[in-house]
Protein backbone atom coordinates (compact mmCIF):
# COMPACT_ATOMS: atom_id res chain seq x y z
CA UNK A 1 0.00 0.00 0.00
CA UNK A 2 1.01 3.74 -0.69
CA UNK A 3 0.81 6.21 1.93
CA UNK A 4 -0.36 9.78 1.77
CA UNK A 5 0.57 13.17 3.58
CA UNK A 6 -0.92 16.68 3.75
CA UNK A 7 -0.81 20.05 5.42
CA UNK A 8 -3.16 22.81 5.27
CA UNK A 9 -2.39 26.48 6.56
CA UNK A 10 -4.92 28.95 7.67
CA UNK A 11 -2.42 32.08 6.68
CA UNK A 12 -3.15 33.35 3.17
CA UNK A 13 0.68 33.94 2.98
CA UNK A 14 2.45 30.36 2.68
CA UNK A 15 3.70 28.09 5.51
CA UNK A 16 6.06 28.81 8.22
CA UNK A 17 10.01 27.23 8.38
CA UNK A 18 8.44 24.62 10.74
CA UNK A 19 5.82 23.49 8.89
CA UNK A 20 7.92 22.93 6.05
CA UNK A 21 10.38 21.28 7.80
CA UNK A 22 7.07 18.68 9.47
CA UNK A 23 6.06 18.51 5.58
CA UNK A 24 9.53 17.04 4.76
CA UNK A 25 9.85 15.17 7.76
CA UNK A 26 6.17 13.27 7.51
CA UNK A 27 7.16 12.40 3.72
CA UNK A 28 10.62 10.96 4.47
CA UNK A 29 8.43 8.57 7.74
CA UNK A 30 5.79 7.93 5.30
CA UNK A 31 8.19 6.27 2.68
CA UNK A 32 7.68 3.08 5.15
CA UNK A 33 4.21 2.84 2.93
CA UNK A 34 6.21 3.21 -0.08
CA UNK A 35 9.82 3.09 -1.49
CA UNK A 36 8.93 3.20 -5.45
CA UNK A 37 8.45 6.87 -6.21
CA UNK A 38 7.67 9.89 -4.55
CA UNK A 39 5.53 13.08 -5.27
CA UNK A 40 4.17 15.91 -4.30
CA UNK A 41 1.56 18.82 -5.33
CA UNK A 42 1.08 22.04 -4.10
CA UNK A 43 -2.14 24.75 -4.31
CA UNK A 44 -1.41 28.34 -3.53
CA UNK A 45 -3.91 31.03 -2.06
CA UNK A 46 -4.91 31.96 -5.75
CA UNK A 47 -5.43 28.01 -6.31
CA UNK A 48 -3.28 27.40 -8.84
CA UNK A 49 -1.47 23.96 -8.45
CA UNK A 50 1.83 23.13 -9.03
CA UNK A 51 2.99 19.11 -8.97
CA UNK A 52 6.50 17.17 -9.15
CA UNK A 53 7.32 13.56 -8.56
CA UNK A 54 10.14 11.24 -9.59
CA UNK A 55 10.82 6.97 -9.64
CA UNK A 56 12.78 7.56 -5.98
CA UNK A 57 12.40 6.63 -2.40
CA UNK A 58 11.39 9.82 -0.46
CA UNK A 59 15.05 9.55 0.64
CA UNK A 60 16.26 10.69 -2.13
CA UNK A 61 13.18 13.00 -3.99
CA UNK A 62 14.03 15.22 -0.63
CA UNK A 63 17.47 15.77 -1.74
CA UNK A 64 16.51 16.73 -5.31
CA UNK A 65 16.83 20.50 -6.67
CA UNK A 66 12.85 19.97 -7.30
CA UNK A 67 12.10 19.37 -3.73
CA UNK A 68 14.31 22.42 -2.60
CA UNK A 69 12.40 24.70 -4.80
CA UNK A 70 9.31 23.50 -3.93
CA UNK A 71 9.92 23.72 0.10
CA UNK A 72 11.16 27.19 -0.64
CA UNK A 73 7.69 28.06 -2.61
CA UNK A 74 5.61 26.65 0.71
CA UNK A 75 6.97 29.74 2.20
CA UNK A 76 5.81 32.05 -0.04
CA UNK A 77 2.96 30.68 -2.31
CA UNK A 78 1.46 27.24 -0.99
CA UNK A 79 -1.53 27.02 1.44
CA UNK A 80 -2.55 23.13 0.46
CA UNK A 81 0.65 20.90 0.23
CA UNK A 82 -0.02 16.82 -0.29
CA UNK A 83 2.63 14.25 -0.55
CA UNK A 84 2.60 10.46 -1.72
CA UNK A 85 4.86 7.75 -1.21
CA UNK A 86 4.09 5.11 -3.63
CA UNK A 87 4.66 0.95 -3.77
CA UNK A 88 3.61 -0.04 -6.80
CA UNK A 89 0.64 -2.77 -7.13
CA UNK A 90 -0.39 -1.52 -10.73
CA UNK A 91 1.85 -0.89 -13.45
CA UNK A 92 6.22 -0.17 -13.71
CA UNK A 93 7.99 1.82 -11.34
CA UNK A 94 8.21 4.83 -13.53
CA UNK A 95 8.28 8.33 -13.17
CA UNK A 96 4.99 8.90 -15.54
CA UNK A 97 3.77 6.20 -12.93
CA UNK A 98 4.14 8.08 -9.83
CA UNK A 99 1.61 9.91 -8.33
CA UNK A 100 -0.05 12.39 -8.46
CA UNK A 101 -1.57 11.92 -11.45
CA UNK A 102 -3.32 14.99 -13.62
CA UNK A 103 -5.84 14.64 -15.74
CA UNK A 104 -7.62 17.90 -17.49
CA UNK A 105 -9.17 19.62 -13.65
CA UNK A 106 -8.03 16.93 -11.92
CA UNK A 107 -4.76 16.23 -9.31
CA UNK A 108 -5.30 12.91 -7.59
CA UNK A 109 -3.36 10.57 -5.34
CA UNK A 110 -4.25 7.11 -4.17
CA UNK A 111 -3.49 4.81 -1.50
CA UNK A 112 -5.08 1.11 -2.06
CA UNK A 113 -5.40 -1.02 -4.94
CA UNK A 114 -8.55 -1.22 -6.99
CA UNK A 115 -9.86 -4.44 -8.97
CA UNK A 116 -10.76 -3.81 -12.89
CA UNK A 117 -9.52 -0.49 -13.15
CA UNK A 118 -9.75 -0.82 -17.03
CA UNK A 119 -13.26 -0.37 -16.68
CA UNK A 120 -12.73 3.10 -15.33
CA UNK A 121 -10.15 3.72 -17.56
CA UNK A 122 -7.27 2.11 -19.95
CA UNK A 123 -4.37 3.01 -18.36
CA UNK A 124 -1.61 1.03 -17.32
CA UNK A 125 -2.11 2.11 -12.77
CA UNK A 126 -5.37 2.08 -11.44
CA UNK A 127 -4.73 5.54 -9.58
CA UNK A 128 -4.29 6.68 -12.86
CA UNK A 129 -7.76 5.08 -13.94
CA UNK A 130 -9.38 7.16 -10.87
CA UNK A 131 -8.27 10.21 -11.78
CA UNK A 132 -9.20 10.17 -15.28
CA UNK A 133 -12.83 8.94 -14.34
CA UNK A 134 -13.30 11.78 -11.84
CA UNK A 135 -11.92 14.35 -14.44
CA UNK A 136 -14.45 12.87 -17.37
CA UNK A 137 -17.48 11.67 -15.26
CA UNK A 138 -17.34 13.74 -11.85
CA UNK A 139 -16.72 12.08 -8.84
CA UNK A 140 -20.11 11.27 -7.97
CA UNK A 141 -20.49 9.29 -10.53
CA UNK A 142 -16.85 7.55 -10.48
CA UNK A 143 -16.69 6.38 -6.77
CA UNK A 144 -19.07 4.27 -6.55
CA UNK A 145 -17.70 2.33 -9.86
CA UNK A 146 -14.75 1.97 -7.89
CA UNK A 147 -13.90 -1.90 -6.26
CA UNK A 148 -11.36 -2.17 -4.17
CA UNK A 149 -10.33 -0.02 -0.90
CA UNK A 150 -8.82 3.50 -1.19
CA UNK A 151 -8.33 6.59 0.17
CA UNK A 152 -7.95 9.53 -2.80
CA UNK A 153 -6.97 12.73 -1.95
CA UNK A 154 -7.63 14.91 -5.64
CA UNK A 155 -7.60 19.07 -6.34
CA UNK A 156 -10.05 20.26 -8.83
CA UNK A 157 -8.61 23.09 -10.67
CA UNK A 158 -12.14 24.74 -12.09
CA UNK A 159 -13.34 24.56 -8.45
CA UNK A 160 -10.35 25.36 -6.34
CA UNK A 161 -11.92 22.42 -4.13
CA UNK A 162 -9.81 20.19 -2.33
CA UNK A 163 -11.82 16.79 -1.77
CA UNK A 164 -10.51 13.62 0.40
CA UNK A 165 -12.18 10.58 0.05
CA UNK A 166 -12.03 7.04 1.62
CA UNK A 167 -14.28 3.46 1.87
CA UNK A 168 -12.67 0.48 3.39
Known sequence: MCGIVAIISKQTNG?????????KQMLYADAL???DSTGIFGVNKYGNLKMIKAAKDAGEFIKTKAFGDFKTDMLMK???VVGHNRAATKGATTDDN???FIEKNICLIHNGTIHGHKELA???VDSHAICHAIAENGHMATLPKIDGAYALIWYDADTKNLHIARLS
Open 122 to 124: NTE
Open 98 to 100: AHP
Open 78 to 80: YRI
Open 15 to 23: FRHKDTDLF
Open 33 to 35: RGF
